[in-house]
Each structure stands twice: as C-alpha cells, then as structure tokens.
C-alpha cells in the first residue's frame, strides 16, 4: 500500500478493482474458461482394491539387484550381515538354550554329543562354524581399516577384499583342522 501511496495509485486501484465492468468481465472469463468435469462417486473396498491392483499391474517394475554385476564391495558387505547374524543366532541361541536347560546344553554334554559323531561330520560341521566366524573376524579388521583412513580407494577395497578372501579360506581350513 505504501508503494501505491508513493506513486499516487491508491485512488485508480481501488476505482479499477471495484469497478462494475470488472466484475461483469470476470463473470465472463469464468464462463469462457472451460471447466474440467470431474465427477467422483463413492466405491465399495473391495472394487477400488480391485481398481488399484489393475493399476498396479500396469506400472513398470523398478531395477533389482539381480540386472546388475556382481561386485566383491557389495558381496562382501552382504556376507558380512549374513556372518554376523548367523553368529549372533547361534551365539544367543545356545546361551538361550543353556539358561533353559542348564543339564542338557552343559559342554559335558555338549562334548559328549559330538564325540559320537563320525569324524566326517565332525570336519564339516567344524569347517561350517569357522568359515564365517574367520570371514567375519577378518572383515573386522578391514572396516577397522577403513575406519583409520586406509584402503579407502576402489583399487583398495578390492585387493583388500582379495585379501579377506584368502585369508578367510586360509584361516577356516586351519581352523578346521586343528584337534
């Protein structure tokens, strides 16, 4: 308003706002303009359910993790999780197990129950817990790595993912046959 005052506006602007042909004019423009005609009825659950899936259907499905290459970078963080919560499982599982049954889940027992076993499974079963406890372990030391600055490079994360693949096989067989 100041700005109208300022340039001696404020008398046209309210003579134009407030005259009788604008407001015909704008009666007019409303008429003119065509309006969109939307018409909008109410649907059981189950048709707009119906009507959405359809519609559903009909969108393209977004990329998946399976259209690209398998990197190491990504295989690697994935076996990382995997380890760690399978390892986690097993680690809460027996402590779970042990605080229910304390006589059934005692490493006398424990022992007892393995020493049956034939040497075979026993290798198995040995390599099956040490290879990702090693993976684990290993990849541990690499994010620590990571974590001090170092190895920060493509060129890095691939040779020291190289690296914690061969350590990780070397480890697991050493692991697994030891008595």
Same mark, same amino acid.
């Given at each position: 308003?100041?700005?109208?005052? $300022?340039?001696? =506006? ?6 134009? $706002? ?14 003119? !303009? ?5 018409? %909008?009825?109410? =649907? ?52 779970? $197990?042990? =605080? ?7 490493? %006398? ?54 690296? !914690? ?7 697991? !067989?050493?692991? %697994?046959?030891?008595?």
């Amino acid at each position: 308003m100041m700005a109208s005052r $300022a340039l001696g =506006l404020g008398a046209a602007l309210r003579q134009s $706002a407030l005259a009788p042909r604008t407001l015909r004019n704008n009666a007019v423009m409303r008429n003119v !303009v065509a309006r969109r005609s939307v018409q %909008t009825k109410s =649907l059981p659950a189950s048709v707009a359910d119906n009507i959405l899936n359809e519609q559903r259907l009909k969108r393209p499905s977004s990329p998946h993790f399976t259209i690209y290459q398998p990197q190491l970078t990504w295989l690697g963080s994935i076996a990382n999780r995997v380890t760690g919560a399978g390892l986690s499982v097993l680690l809460y599982g027996f402590s779970i $197990a042990y =605080l229910i049954a304390p006589g059934t889940f005692d490493s %006398t027992h424990v022992i007892e129950a393995v020493q049956t076993l034939p040497e075979s499974v026993k290798y198995a079963g040995k390599f099956i817990l040490a290879a990702p406890f090693s993976f684990h372990a290993i990849n541990g030391l690499r994010h620590l790595a990571w974590d001090s600055g170092k190895f920060l490079t493509v060129k890095g994360a691939y040779s020291t993912g190289y690296a !914690v693949l061969g350590a990780t096989a070397i480890s697991s !067989v050493i692991l %697994t046959l030891i008595k």
